[in-house]
């Protein structure tokens, strides 16, 4: 099984700065593309920055210059450094990876979604 944890979700100040984590876990051989979504209430689900394996990024234009997605590939894990926050930030972040792993013999590529974290942001 795979499991992908999300952390550092909080309340913040217009302005401020928080940094999300996505740290994967299980029988992970390798992470393809990981990414960041969000979704405000009564709002669809929206993709807000991938990164590839490689290093390649990518970003909606609304947080383009803001935020930075990274990752730890010896770790397994992804972020989000999410600068000068604003009122149209707050929502539920997911983390998204594509996994390929190892079951039974068998090895499987499949995406992999996150429980969220809430970010909220104070006017």
């Known amino acids: 099984q795979v499991q992908l944890v999300e952390s550092g979700g909080d309340l913040v100040q217009a302005g401020g700065s928080l940094r999300l984590s996505c740290a994967a876990s299980g029988s992970i051989l390798s992470i393809n593309t990981m990414g960041w979504y969000r979704q405000a209430p009564g709002k669809q689900r929206e993709l807000v920055a991938t990164i590839t394996s490689s290093g390649r990024t990518n970003y909606v234009d609304s947080v383009k210059v803001r935020f930075t997605i990274s990752r730890d590939n010896a770790k397994n894990t992804v972020y989000l450094q999410m600068n000068s926050l604003k009122p149209e930030d707050p929502a539920v972040y997911f983390c998204?990876?594509?996994?390929?792993?190892?079951?039974?013999?068998?090895?499987?590529?499949?995406?992999?979604w996150g429980q969220g974290t809430q970010v909220t942001v104070s006017s």
């Open positions: 998204k990876a594509n996994i390929r792993r190892n079951s039974g013999g068998y090895v499987y590529t499949s995406d992999y």
